[in-house]
């Protein structure tokens, strides 16, 4: 199993900037990739971004791409989400996924963290 915590979310300002953390733990020599999604209250989860740690590729949803940066240390297995110019629409639980290969829809991610809440006043 892999255990994965999220940290970092919280209250922000519209055209603010808030980054979040997760850490993984446990058999991490499973997981290839990590990344974020999220869901809005009434809306489906959503993907954001990913990691995988085979030449650290990134990948991003194209309408957040440019002001939201994943990063991550595949040594220390913890991810980063970075994320800039903020809107209201970025309300959400967001959370921390990882899964083996090239993952990047939901079900192809094995873990996942509890969520964080990120709020975006306007």
């Known amino acids: 199993q892999v255990q994965l915590v999220e940290s970092g979310g919280g209250l922000v300002q519209t055209g603010g900037s808030l980054t979040l953390s997760c850490a993984a733990s446990?058999?991490?020599?499973?997981?290839?990739?990590m990344g974020w999604f999220r869901q809005a209250p009434g809306k489906e989860r959503e993907f954001v971004a990913r990691?995988?740690?085979?030449?650290?590729?990134?990948y991003y949803s194209d309408s957040l791409k440019g002001r939201f940066t994943i990063s991550g240390d595949n040594t220390r297995n913890t991810i980063d989400l970075q994320m800039n110019l903020l809107k209201p629409e970025a309300t959400a639980v967001y959370y921390c996924?990882?899964?083996?290969?090239?993952?990047?829809?939901?079900?192809?991610?094995?873990?996942w963290g509890q969520g964080t809440q990120v709020t975006v006043s306007s």
């Open positions: 990691i995988t740690w085979i030449g650290h590729s990134t």
């Open positions: 446990g058999r991490t020599r499973f997981v290839d990739t």
């Open positions: 996924a990882a899964g083996r290969g090239y993952a990047t829809l939901s079900y192809e991610f094995d873990y």
